[in-house]
């Protein structure tokens, strides 16, 4: 192993730690997420606030069409295609340039592929049975995307709805709630949209 890693160049050294890495982190994140604990999982995203999120993944399957891009998740799905691909095509393919470019859309094609599948399993959850309006308030969940104060914007919420966790947009009275905060729901305002609150808040 040594003797092979030390035959290498520094360029593709540096190309398989980007995907081993990017491997170890993609089976982390699908163990957590099959044992419903990817709700811990890290995003990054930036709102029309100015709110920066380093938070993320799901326990789940859900998302919506409008996931955000910059999301930690894509950032590792990306280098796994774009690792795997510059390594196993490195000898295929002669011109480097070629061989980035190649890379590259491997690499944003596989985000595309995993958006789209969540998105899909998203819609496959909601046309279940569970009935927001009547199973959400009273639940308790986490913080996944920071949430505003003063109902000022929405952020994202995991709770637990009959032993499954499902993602929903929410707001909160109180003061911004960050990622990883547990929360309980107290009202629902539609299908998609919860209001929230700190699930030990704190009283003076």
């Known amino acids: 192993m040594i003797t092979w890693w030390q035959s290498l160049s520094t360029l593709m050294q540096v190309m398989w730690a980007?995907?081993?890495s990017?491997?170890?982190?993609?089976?982390i994140e699908t163990i957590l997420t099959f044992i419903g604990a990817g709700?811990?999982?890290?995003?990054?995203?930036v709102d029309p606030a100015g709110d920066v999120d380093f938070s993320g993944g799901d326990g789940n399957f859900s998302a919506d069409p409008s996931m955000n891009l910059l999301t930690f998740?894509?950032?590792v799905n990306f280098c796994l295609g774009?690792?795997?691909s510059f390594v196993l095509l490195e000898k295929s393919i002669g011109s480097r340039?070629?061989?980035?470019l190649v890379s590259i859309v491997i690499g944003i094609?596989?985000?595309a592929a995993v958006i789209w599948v969540f998105?899909?399993?998203s819609k496959m959850q909601q046309s279940g049975n569970i009935d927001v309006f009547k199973s959400a308030v009273g639940c308790e969940g986490t913080v996944y995307l920071t949430i505003p104060s003063e109902r000022k914007g929405l952020g994202k919420v995991q709770i637990t709805i009959n032993n499954a966790i499902r993602e929903y947009d929410a707001l909160t009275d109180g003061e911004a709630l960050q990622t990883g905060v547990p929360i309980t729901v107290t009202e629902v305002l539609n299908d998609h949209t919860l209001v929230v609150e700190p699930l030990n808040p704190t009283i003076i």
């Open 22 to 27: 990017a491997s170890l982190v993609f089976v």
């Open 39 to 45: 709700g811990h999982d890290v995003d990054f995203d």
């Open 109 to 111: 094609l596989l985000v």
């Open 73 to 75: 998740r894509n950032f």
């Open 97 to 100: 340039a070629l061989l980035f």
């Open 18 to 20: 980007i995907t081993l």
């Open 119 to 121: 998105t899909w399993l």
């Open 82 to 84: 774009f690792g795997w």
